[in-house]
């Protein structure tokens, strides 16, 4: 937070000045709110958002059950995946601004998250096909942490792009309606992950019952059947939410011409 507030702080000149205060009803409230948000490249956003946190959901719900049981993975092991998020960062911020610049926020978010997405489920993919090493093999955990950083780079690169997307319906937004509305989109978009979420928690405990996968015991000790049965339905949940995830993002609308219009309009509207 300090480092956040400490680099942007010189641009506090530049912002915008607040819009003087007047007295608002309700009714006036929820009208700005839904003529802000009515637009097709929003509800592709807040679309892609709710398949996302349904994902994440799924995912969070389950990766305990994929790394130690399916996988095999020790605590040690486990902590050396979670703390390579740090190394899986740096590349994000390494290739993100890059990747946007060449190919445009959305076909780089596109094509980042056709990878991001696929990358790990390949692997619980080769492993029912009985391509993988087995566990236990000394050649398992180094090639998974491997693909689990170079796989978390990339979604941190989508979902970064996908923040930014959002920052350009501000000014899509300002050039229809005359307001900024920062709080109100991100809030939106907030809102609809923390609502669905949970539904990917319920998703995944079904998964589980489905796989009839045991209670109270060991990793290690789970019949290979079970195990086979919660990656060839975990596969198949996770992977089709992303997918309709990556479908909604391709109906966003704002690419750099159209953003770099608005701001030419708005920058003529506070010259005059």
Same mark, same amino acid.
């Given at each position: 937070?300090?480092?956040?507030?400490?680099?942007?702080?010189?641009?506090?000149? %530049?912002?915008? =000045?607040?819009?003087?205060?007047?007295?608002?009803?309700?009714?006036?409230?929820?009208?700005?709110?839904?003529?802000?948000?009515?637009?097709?490249?929003?509800?592709?956003?807040?679309?892609?958002?709710?398949?996302?946190?349904?994902?994440?959901?799924?995912?969070?719900?389950?990766?305990?059950?994929?790394?130690?049981?399916?996988?095999?993975?020790?605590?040690?092991?486990?902590?050396?995946?979670?703390?390579?998020?740090?190394?899986?960062?740096?590349?994000?911020?390494?290739?993100?601004?890059?990747?946007?610049?060449?190919?445009?926020?959305?076909?780089?978010?596109?094509?980042?998250?056709?990878?991001?997405?696929?990358?790990?489920?390949?692997?619980?993919?080769?492993?029912?096909?009985?391509?993988?090493?087995?566990?236990?093999?000394?050649?398992?955990?180094?090639? =998974?942490?491997?693909?689990?950083?170079?796989?978390?780079?990339?979604?941190?690169?989508?979902?970064?792009?996908?923040?930014?997307?959002?920052?350009?319906?501000?000014?899509?937004?300002?050039?229809?309606?005359?307001?900024?509305?920062?709080?109100?989109?991100?809030?939106?978009?907030?809102?609809?992950?923390?609502?669905?979420?949970?539904?990917?928690?319920?998703?995944?405990?079904?998964?589980?019952?489905?796989?009839?996968?045991?209670?109270?015991?060991?990793?290690?000790?789970?019949?290979?059947?079970?195990?086979?049965?919660?990656?060839?339905?975990?596969?198949?949940?996770?992977?089709?939410?992303?997918?309709?995830?990556?479908?909604?993002?391709?109906?966003?609308?704002?690419?750099?011409?159209?953003? %770099?219009? %608005?701001?030419?309009?708005?920058?003529?509207?506070?010259?005059?």
């Amino acid at each position: 937070i300090m480092a956040s507030s400490l680099g942007t702080h010189s641009f506090i000149p %530049n912002l915008k =000045m607040a819009p003087p205060k007047t007295k608002l009803s309700v009714a006036r409230i929820y009208k700005d709110i839904f003529e802000t948000l009515w637009n097709r490249s929003f509800a592709a956003l807040f679309a892609a958002a709710l398949f996302g946190a349904i994902g994440t959901g799924v995912a969070t719900g389950l990766s305990h059950y994929i790394n130690s049981f399916f996988w095999g993975f020790s605590t040690v092991q486990l902590g050396q995946i979670s703390l390579s998020v740090a190394l899986s960062a740096v590349i994000a911020l390494t290739i993100t601004p890059i990747l946007s610049k060449r190919f445009g926020k959305k076909r780089a978010a596109i094509t980042i998250g056709l990878l991001a997405f696929t990358i790990l489920p390949a692997m619980i993919v080769l492993r029912l096909l009985g391509i993988m090493p087995d566990n236990g093999d000394p050649r398992l955990f180094p090639m =998974m942490l491997i693909i689990t950083i170079i796989d978390v780079s990339l979604i941190i690169a989508y979902q970064t792009l996908a923040t930014s997307m959002i920052a350009d319906l501000v000014e899509l937004s300002e050039v229809k309606t005359g307001r900024r509305s920062e709080g109100v989109f991100f809030a939106s978009m907030t809102f609809v992950k923390k609502c669905v979420q949970g539904f990917g928690i319920v998703m995944a405990t079904t998964i589980l019952t489905i796989a009839n996968f045991p209670v109270s015991v060991a990793p290690g000790s789970v019949p290979d059947d079970a195990l086979f049965r919660l990656g060839a339905l975990y596969v198949p949940a996770v992977v089709t939410v992303w997918m309709l995830m990556i479908l909604c993002i391709s109906f966003y609308q704002i690419d750099r011409n159209k953003h %770099n219009a %608005n701001l030419a309009i708005l920058q003529r509207n506070n010259t005059r």
